[in-house]
């Protein structure tokens, strides 16, 4: 029923007079998109998605640390508060007069855990991750997944991280397990901090709190058949605890092979991001 209503709202919000007005607004003045990449990506990687949202956003893009070879990584414990309080500095520091700031699935955790200041207008969830319930594994991948994490808290008591990074079978299983080009892994390989990338790894599978969400519009963007984040799930609880709710709802991957902008530009339709825009500017609300 909740899908169907969804559609209802897509459908309905889509009028040409309001396009039109959005088209002519992006030719004046585009808005401020903050923009916090996934897991495990960077600005590199996801250079395609940046590439699509700077036809219609001023994108500033923010590497989290350990994910950039520019961004270096935190000295001591990695906890989502401490890259939650890393976006608020670099946010702060933007001479932004208003922007909309946009997750895609371990960005929008950070940014949900971030305490933003009231120049935030909108928040984009793209394929967003809220807790390790919302996974969408069969039972013996959770099985799986606690022995991996068993194994995360024995490499790091140990403290081989770099040694396991390095190696040349670490490489190949990351590309067998993940279904990434051999390039992808090498990006991630030569640009990632070791112990930044187990120690989210193991943070993400052990990852259960109850979200509270900003007293702000939400635009959600996932794919109700998505085989990691259970859309249906993440739906539910994201229209129990909002007040304004925009769904957008796309055959979007969550581990894409294709990064280009033409494959975002066909998973994120023109019209979605019309429509947003339009939303985050005051104008016309569509709630569920």
């Not at 070879?69 to 001591?76: D, I, L, Q, R």
């Not at 008591?157 to 590309?175: A, D, H, M, R």
């Not at 993400?204 to 939400?218: A, G, I, Q």
């Not at 959600?220 to 925009?246: P, W």
């Amino acid at each position: 029923m909740l899908k169907e209503k969804i559609k209802g709202l897509i459908a309905n919000c889509g009028e040409k007079e309001m396009l039109s007005k959005i088209k002519k607004q992006l030719r004046r003045r585009k808005p401020n998109l903050i923009l916090i990449h996934s897991f495990p990506t960077n600005s590199i990687l996801l250079h395609g998605l940046k590439e699509y949202l700077s036809d219609f956003f001023s994108v500033f893009f923010i590497d989290l640390p350990g994910f950039h070879k520019n961004s270096p990584p935190f000295k001591g414990e990695i906890t989502i508060k401490k890259f939650s309080d890393y976006l608020d500095e670099r946010i702060a520091n933007l001479d932004l007069e208003e922007y909309i700031i946009g997750g895609v699935s371990f960005g929008f955790l950070v940014i949900n855990n971030a305490k933003l200041d009231k120049r935030c207008r909108a928040i984009l969830a793209m394929e967003p991750f809220v807790n390790v319930n919302c996974l969408s594994i069969s039972y013996w991948k959770q099985k799986k997944y606690v022995v991996i994490a068993l194994l995360l808290k024995l490499i790091h008591f140990l403290g081989v991280e770099n040694i396991i990074w390095k190696s040349k079978y670490f490489n190949e299983y990351l590309q067998k397990e993940s279904d990434y080009p051999k390039k992808r892994v090498d990006i991630i390989i030569d640009n990632f901090d070791s112990r930044t990338f187990f120690a989210v790894t193991n943070l993400l599978l052990s990852y259960n709190k109850k979200p509270k969400f900003h007293n702000l519009p939400h635009f959600l963007i996932g794919n109700f058949s998505d085989k990691t984040i259970n859309f249906d799930a993440v739906v539910d609880i994201f229209a129990d605890n909002l007040r304004e709710l925009h769904i957008a709802s796309e055959p979007i991957d969550h581990y894409p092979k294709n990064l280009t902008k033409s494959y975002f530009k066909t998973r994120i339709p023109n019209e979605h991001v019309f429509r947003m825009i339009e939303c985050m500017r005051g104008g016309k609300r569509f709630k569920i």
